[in-house]
């Protein structure tokens, strides 16, 4: 059963976009980036919640959304990129083998993906991803995905 949850920082205020990318954009747009994960999960929905605000979450600093499809519906388009199956992920890595040190059996995670979602925001009529994903995307070992251009 498929799970997502995004990590936000509570203070963050949008950025630049020019601090992405290595040629100047035409026009000004800003952006705010999370994380972004998607469980394959069987077992306790609330066991697995928890996990993740004890393991994922810092309370002080951020916040927690879960199977949002997006946090920000005011933004132009969003990208997500991780790491290809197959490459090494040592944040995957390293959750999935805490997952089995303190595991209860109250859940069981069979897949994780993390992504970082990057959100752009402005008032540009037209607004392109191809800037970002050129400077931003490595494909030798990233996947991406684009919503809402």
Not at 59 to 62: H, N, T
Not at 75 to 78: E, G, I, K, V
């Given at each position: 059963?498929?799970?997502t949850a995004e990590v936000s920082t509570r203070e963050a205020k949008p950025k630049s976009c020019q601090g992405l990318l290595y040629a100047p954009l035409d026009q000004p747009l800003s952006?705010?980036?999370t994380q972004h994960y998607v469980f394959e999960f069987s077992g306790d929905e609330a066991a697995l919640?928890?996990?993740i605000r004890k393991v994922l979450v810092d309370?002080?600093?951020?916040d927690l959304h879960l199977n949002t499809a997006s946090i920000h519906h005011d933004?132009?388009?969003?990208i997500d990129y991780g790491m290809k199956p197959g490459a090494l992920d040592l944040e995957k890595e390293t959750i999935l083998n805490y997952h089995r040190e303190v595991a209860t059996g109250d859940f069981e995670i069979e897949s994780l993906k993390i992504y970082k979602r990057v959100y752009i925001f402005g008032d540009a009529p037209a607004v392109s991803p191809d800037p970002f994903i050129r400077d931003m995307?490595?494909?030798?070992?990233h996947t991406w995905n684009v919503t809402g251009a």
């Open positions: 059963m498929p799970f952006y705010l980036q919640t928890t996990f309370d002080v600093c951020q933004c132009r388009f969003f995307v490595n494909p030798a070992i």
